[in-house]
C-alpha cells in the first residue's frame, strides 16, 4: 500500500511536469484567447477600402440669351462636382455615376442655368427667382470658353496609392446621363488599381441590406490615400424606374459626395451604385442604380470587371485575419509591399495584425498548444485512473470477504417423520481425546505408596471402588410355581463374609 501511494503521488507530479513543459515557462500560454470574429460589416469596409477614389469633376461654361446677351458679363461659370468612384479592373478602370462627369447631363447644365438665373434676378429684382429660372431654362445656352465651344469639363481622380498628391486625370470612356442610367466610366494610366467585385444574380432586391460607401464633400476635391471615407448601412425600401430603367430608393443617410460610390453587400460585392439626387425642393434622394445598367456600359465598351492578383492577395489576408492567422497576414502584406505600391489601408492591416498577433498568437498554434496541453491533461487523467484501479484491487485481494447470509424465512414443517416430515438430527458427538491408544490419560505421580491391605481384605482402592473379590456362595430365591409342584430355587453368586481378597492393583504393586 505505501508503495501504491508513493507510486500515485509520482503520477501526479509527472503529469504536472507534463503541462508545465507543454505549456511554457509563463504560466500564461496555457490560456487561450481566441480573437474576435470581425463584423460583417467590418470586412465588408477593409475589402472596399482601398478601391475607393475621389471623382472631382470640373465644368467651364457661360450662358447666354438667344439675342446675344451673356450673363456675368460674359465671364464663364465654373462648377465641380464632387463624387466618389471604385475600380473595377486593375488597369485603370473606374465606376461611377453619369451626372458627375458628363458635361451635358441635365444636372450640370440646370446648375449653370441657376447660377445665371441668381445673377440676373440680383440686377432686375422686381422679377422672381422662379421666374427668371423657368425663363432660363427655355431661352438660355450654354457653350465653352469660346463661342459655340462646348462646355470645358476635367475629370480628376485621387486617392490612388501610388498617384502623384494631385491626383490623375482621367478620360471618360463612356456614360449615361441621370434619367437615363446615371452611370460612367473613366480610364487612369495605371495598371495596379484596386478592383472590387461585381455581383451577379438576381439583383436589388426590397428589404435587402446594403452598405454605401464613398467620400463626402467635407473630405474635399482632392484627397490622398489616407483619407478616411465614410460607411453608411441602410435597406431598400422602394423600386422605381428613371427614364425607363430601374433605380431603388433606400433608407441609408447618404451624404453629398458619396454619389457613384459602390452599394455592397457584407461580403464586399458591388450590387449598384449610389446615386445622390435632388427633389424639386432640393431634398437629397438617396437611390441605387442597379449594377446590371453598369456591367452593360461596360460590354458596350470591351472592358470586363475583374479582380487583379494583388487583389486577390489582398483578400487572401484578409481571410487569414478573420481565421486568426495573423503570422499569414503579415508574410501576405510583405509579398504585395515587394512588388509596388500598397494602399495605407494595406499597412494598417498588417500592423493590427502584428498587434493582435503579440496578443493573441496564430490560431494555428493555440490550436496546438491546447491539443498539448489536454493531451497532457488526458494522460495523467488515464495514469490516475489505472493507479485507483491498483489500489482498488489491491485492497480487495487483502481485505476478508463477509458474506451475509440471506435472512431465513421458516419452512412449513409437514409433521413428524412418519407423516412425511424431516428427521430430527443425529446428536453431535463429542471429540474423541487426542492421545495415543492404550496411554492414560493423565501421567503416573511418583509419591509415596498406599499400604499393602492385609490378607483377605481388600486394599483401600479396592474399598474406594466398592470392587468385589472374594469366595461366592449361592443365595436361593423362591420361585413361583405352578400349582402342583414343588418349590424351585434360582442360584446366583453371593460374596462370602469371609476375609476381602486382595486388590489386583495392590498386589501389582507388591
Known amino acids: 500500500m505505501p508503495v501504491l501511494r508513493s507510486l500515485a503521488r509520482s503520477a501526479l507530479a509527472l503529469a504536472a511536469a507534463l503541462a ?118 427655355s431661352a438660355w445656352d450654354i457653350e465653352g470658353t469660346s463661342p459655340g465651344s462646348p462646355i470645358g469639363s476635367q475629370i480628376l481622380v485621387t486617392g490612388v496609392a501610388g498617384a502623384p498628391p494631385e491626383g490623375m486625370f482621367a478620360r471618360v470612356v463612356d456614360s449615361r446621363p441621370s434619367g437615363q442610367g446615371d452611370v460612367g466610366l473613366l480610364k487612369v494610366d495605371t495598371t495596379d488599381l484596386p478592383a472590387l467585385e461585381l455581383a451577379t ?26 483619407a478616411t471615407p465614410s460607411f453608411e448601412k441602410g435597406v431598400v425600401e422602394q423600386a422605381g424606374t428613371d427614364g425607363g430603367r430601374p433605380v431603388y430608393r433606400t433608407d441609408t443617410a447618404i451624404e453629398l459626395g458619396l454619389g457613384g460610390g459602390p452599394a455592397f453587400d457584407a461580403s464586399g460585392r458591388v450590387h ?20 446590371s445598367g453598369f456591367t452593360d456600359l461596360l460590354g458596350r465598351n470591351g472592358v470586363r470587371a475583374e479582380l487583379g492578383q494583388r487583389d486577390v492577395r489582398y483578400r487572401e489576408a484578409l481571410d487569414a485575419n478573420d481565421r486568426g492567422e495573423y503570422t499569414d497576414v503579415i508574410e501576405a502584406i510583405d509579398r504585395l509591399e515587394q512588388e509596388g505600391s500598397t494602399h495605407p489601408r494595406v499597412a494598417e492591416l498588417r500592423r493590427d495584425a502584428e498587434a493582435s498577433r503579440a ?96 490378607p483377605g481384605r481388600p486394599g483401600p482402592a479396592a474399598q474406594a471402588r466398592g470392587a468385589f473379590d472374594g469366595p461366592t456362595r449361592q443365595i436361593r430365591f423362591p420361585q413361583p410355581s405352578p400349582p402342583g409342584s414343588e418349590n424351585q430355587t434360582t442360584a446366583i453368586a453371593a460374596p462370602e463374609p469371609s476375609a476381602p481378597a486382595p486388590d489386583k492393583d495392590d498386589a501389582k504393586d507388591a
Not at 505549456?23 to 478601391?51: D, F, K, L, Q, Y
Not at 436589388?204 to 490622398?224: D, K, N, Q, W
Not at 449598384?272 to 449594377?291: A, E, K, M, T, Y
Not at 412449513?412 to 424431516?422: A, D, E, I, L, R
Open 272 to 291: 449598384g451604385i449610389n446615386s445622390v439626387r435632388l427633389s424639386g425642393d432640393q431634398q437629397v434622394v438617396n437611390l441605387v442604380v442597379p449594377v
Open 20 to 137: 508545465i513543459t507543454v505549456c511554457g515557462a509563463a504560466p500564461a500560454a496555457a490560456i487561450v484567447v481566441e480573437p474576435e470574429e470581425p463584423a460583417g460589416s467590418e470586412r465588408a469596409a477593409a475589402t472596399v477600402h482601398p478601391a475607393l477614389v475621389r471623382v472631382t469633376g470640373t465644368f467651364v461654361g457661360r450662358v447666354h440669351d438667344r439675342e446675344g446677351g451673356y450673363a456675368n458679363n460674359g465671364e464663364p461659370y465654373t462648377l465641380v462636382f464632387m463624387c466618389t468612384g471604385f475600380g473595377v479592373h486593375p488597369d485603370g478602370y473606374i465606376a461611377t455615376v453619369g451626372h458627375c462627369i458628363d458635361a451635358n447631363d441635365r444636372n450640370v447644365r440646370d446648375l449653370f442655368i441657376r447660377l445665371a438665373a441668381e445673377d440676373a434676378a440680383a440686377i432686375s429684382p422686381d422679377i422672381p427667382l422662379d421666374q427668371m429660372l423657368e425663363v432660363g431654362r
Open 201 to 226: 444574380g438576381p439583383g436589388i432586391a426590397v428589404s435587402m441590406p446594403l452598405l454605401a460607401a464613398g467620400y463626402p464633400e467635407s473630405v474635399g476635391e482632392r484627397i490622398g490615400p489616407d
Open 359 to 454: 496578443l493573441h498568437g496564430d490560431a494555428s498554434e493555440n490550436r496546438t498548444t491546447q491539443i498539448l496541453v489536454w493531451g497532457s491533461v488526458g494522460t495523467g487523467a488515464i495514469v490516475l485512473v489505472v493507479i485507483g484501479a491498483l489500489l482498488v484491487a489491491r485492497r480487495r485481494r487483502t481485505t476478508p470477504v463477509v458474506m451475509v447470509p440471506p435472512p431465513a424465512f421458516p419452512r412449513p414443517q409437514p409433521g413428524p417423520p412418519w407423516q412425511g416430515g424431516p428427521f430430527p438430527p443425529p446428536a453431535r458427538q463429542p471429540a474423541p481425546p487426542n492421545r495415543p491408544y492404550g496411554a492414560a490419560p493423565f501421567p503416573r505421580q511418583a509419591g509415596p505408596r498406599p499400604p499393602a491391605a492385609a
